[in-house]
């Protein structure tokens, strides 16, 4: 019986880490990644990647990149 009880422990404390600190890292990482690229805040798209995981991945995929001022200038 206790052999059954560590095995449970195991798998709970398994998926404890991975659903809690694996995977929101992953999302926060690429959240990051993607927002770099896009030249939007990469501190905010981190946080957004812990917090809302594959949501703000999706969210980065999504939007536009800023336009620098530089590049506003030319078009007016």
């Known amino acids: ?3 059954e009880e560590v095995a449970l422990l195991s798998e709970i ?14 999302c926060a990482v690429a959240s990051l990644l ?3 690229s896009k030249g939007r805040n990469e501190t905010i798209a981190f946080f ?16 536009s990149p800023v ?3 530089e590049e506003k200038g030319k078009e007016i």
């Not at 957004?48 to 999504?62: D, E, Q, S």
């Open 1 to 3: 019986m206790a052999g």
């Open 13 to 26: 404390t398994s998926i404890f880490i991975w659903g809690f600190i694996v995977v929101p890292l992953i």
């Open 34 to 36: 993607l927002a770099r």
């Open 48 to 63: 957004l990647g812990l917090v809302f995981g594959i949501f703000a991945v999706i969210y980065y995929l999504i939007c």
């Open 67 to 69: 336009k620098k001022e």
